[in-house]
C-alpha cells in the first residue's frame, strides 16, 4: 500500500541494487519462455501460463507472445489487475464462492474471457447469480480430484452430473475439466511422477466418457505443471498446461531429480550485514519476509561453499562448508525456496542483463489477497 | 502497490467480511496492551514495542499512549512510515550498512529521534559519513551476541572497544547495548528461558563492567521479546523491552509452556471454498501466502477438532479429528503460525469487536523491503 520506489535504476550495476530486491535475469527467464514454448509445439497441448508465479501484467504479454493462449490466476484479484492491463483471456484455476468476488469477476467479462471452477453443486446458485446479474454467461469448468486432495470432486459420474447441470443452467456454461495434481510436481523420482500423471489421466478419461456419455463437449482440459507438464502434454488428453514456475525455476524445483529443463532466472539480492569476527556465519539481510521458506531455505547461487541454515523476519544465516565466508557489505543471489510466495513480497523485478538493470517491471497484482 | 481496498466496511458482521482478511480482535488486543504496560510497571524497565511486528502508526501510537517510550524498527523503511506518521522515537534494532539507506536514515532525524545498531568496526565508516552529510550526529548502540547466534559481537572487551570508537567518532554518539536473544524466546520450558536470559545477562554485565572502565555511559540496554520479557524486566540489566508479538499472540507463541499472559488478538478469516463429499476434508481460501507456515501451520481458533493439515499458496487444508467438518462457505478464524510475516501479507487490519467491524487500520509500513 505505502509507496515504494524502485530499488534500483535503469543503467545500475547489479551489485548497486538496494537490498533485498528481486532480480530476474533476462537472459535466463527469456530462455524458460522459449524453452517451454518449443516443447509444448510438437504436442497438441497449448499453454495457459499460470499467474499466481509471476503477477505480472508485462510477464504475461510475454507468455503470450510466444503462444500462450491466456493465463491461469488463484484469486479475482488477480484477474482484475491482469484483465485491467489488457490480458485478456483468464482462467480462475480455482473455486471462487463468496457473491462480492462472483460479481467482480463476472463484471470483468466485459472487458476480458472469464471462467471459472466449481467442485459442488452447492455452488452454483450464487455463480448463477452473479452472471444473471452481469447479464453475462459465465465459463464454468468442473475440478476433479485426480490425487492432490485438495479441491475438486469424484471424476466419473459425479463430475458429470455437476457438468450436465452447469450446461443446463440458463446462466453458466460448461468451460471444461480442471484436472491439476498440485503435489505431483514435487515428486522427487520421474517414475513417481509418472505414475501420479498416469494415474490423474485415468481420472480424466473416466470423466470424458461420463461427458461423452451425457452428450456433453468438453472444450478445455487444463492442468500440468513445471514438474510434470511434459506427461500431461503427451498424453493426449491435456489440451492446456498451466504450468507457471517454469519461467523462474525456484530451488525446490531443482532437488526434482531430472528437474524441469529451465534455468534459475530469479534471484533475491540480499547484503552481508553482519559477519561476526571468528563466528562463523555470516547473515544476510533476506529472512523469511524476504525469501519465503515454505519449501526449504534459498540456496546462494553459484556458491556451493556458502549455506543458508537459518531464517528470522529479515535475518539469514549462512555458515560455509568450506572455503571463506563472505564479507560485510558483500551482496549475493538468493535462487529462492519458492518462487510464488517469493514474487508476491515485492513490488518490483528488477530485470538484469549481463550485470547491468535494464528494466523495472511491477508486479501487478502483489499482495492482492481477495 | 496495487490500490487494495479494505475488505470490510465499518458496521458489518465479521462474517460478512470478505476472505482472507486479517482480523483484529479488539478487546483481546486491548486487553494486551493493558496486560504488558501493568506487567512491566513495577519493574525499572520499559517498553519499546516492537514495530516489526505490528507495522502500524496507529498500533504504536497505542501503545505510546500506555508507556511506551518509542518503537523498535527493522527496516529504515519501518522507520521512515513510522517516522511519516508522528511516531518520533525510533531505534532501527538491526545492522544497516548500504549508504542510501542511512542516508534515507540519517535524514530521518530531522523529524524523529533516531538510532541504529552497529556490531563491527568496519560499519562504522559509512555511518559517519551518512552523519555527516546530514549534519547530525546518529545515535549508535551496539549490538552484542547474546546467545542467538545472529547479528552481535563478542561481548565484554570487543564490544566495549566498538562502543569507544563509536563515542570518539565526530559525527556518531554511543547509545547503548543492543542485547536481544530471539531463539530464547520460543524455547518451550521456562526453565530453559531462565537459563538463555541468566546467560544473556552475564553477556550484558561483562560488556556494562568493561564500559565502565573505558569510563562510558550505557544510556540503554535494549532486548527482551515476548516470551521473556518478564526475565529481562526483572533483570536490573535492561532498561527497555523490545517485545512484538505480545499485542497478538501467535500460535507458536501459545505452544510455550507457561505461554506469555496475552489473548489470541489476531486472526486470519478464511472461507471454506471446497469441501468435497466423503473427502474427509474442506479447504479454505487461506494457504502459506495468507497465513505463512514458517512457525508451523495456522490454528482454527476455538474449533480444536478441526486441525489445518497443508498449506498451499492459496489453499489450507483442514481435517476434522472429531465431530463434523466445516460446511462450503462457512467462515473461520485461523491463529497465524507467526504474526509478523502473516501482518505484512495484509494492506489492512479489520478491527472487530462483539462481532461488528469497528475500525480499519492500514498496514503502514507493509513489504517495506528496504
Known sequence: MPLQLPPAEPGMREDEVDTPALILDLDAFEANLDTMAQRLAPTGARLRAHAKTHKSAVIARLQMERGAIGQCVQKVGEAEALARAGIDDLLVSNEVIAPQKLA?????????????????????????????????????????????????????????????????????????????FGSAQHKRQPEERRLAIAYA????????????????????????????????AASGLWTEIQAGSYIFMDADYAR????????????????????????????????????????????????????????????????????????????????????????????????????????????TARGLMV
Chains 1, 2 share one sequence.
Open 104 to 180: 467482480r469477476l463476472a463484471a470483468l467479462s466485459r472487458i476480458a474471457r472469464i471462467a471459472v471452477c466449481a467442485d459442488d453443486s452447492a455452488a452454483l446458485p450464487a455463480l448463477e447469480a452473479a452472471a444473471e446479474a452481469a447479464g453475462i454467461r459465465l465459463s464454468v469448468l468442473v475440478e476433479i480430484e485426480v490425487g492432490a486432495k485438495r479441491c475438486g470432486l469424484e471424476p466419473g459420474a459425479p463430475a458429470g452430473e455437476l457438468a450436465a447441470r452447469i450446461a443446463s443452467s440458463k446462466h453458466l456454461s460448461f468451460g471444461g475439466l480442471q484436472a491439476y
Open 201 to 232: 489421466g485415468t481420472c480424466v478419461e473416466r470423466t470424458l466418457d461420463d461427458l461423452r456419455r451425457r452428450g456433453l463437449h468438453c472444450p478445455i482440459v487444463g492442468g500440468g505443471g513445471t514438474g510434470t507438464f511434459a506427461l500431461e
Open 256 to 363: 526434482n531429480v531430472e528437474p524441469p529443463p529451465f534455468r534459475h532466472a530469479l534471484f533475491v539480492l540480499a547484503q552481508v550485514m553482519s559477519a561476526p569476527t571468528g563466528s562463523g556465519r555470516a547473515v544476510v539481510d533476506a529472512g523469511h519476509k524476504a525469501a519465503p521458506t515454505d519449501s526449504g531455505y534459498p540456496q546462494v547461487f553459484e556458491r556451493p561453499e556458502l549455506a543458508y541454515v537459518g531464517a528470522s523476519d529479515e535475518h539469514g544465516v549462512l555458515e560455509a562448508r568450506d572455503g571463506p565466508l563472505p564479507v560485510l557489505g558483500e551482496k549475493l543471489r538468493l535462487i529462492p525456496g519458492h518462487c510464488d510466495p517469493t514474487v508476491d513480497r515485492y513490488d518490483w523485478y528488477v530485470g538484469v542483463r549481463k550485470g547491468r538493470v535494464e528494466c523495472l517491471w511491477p508486479v
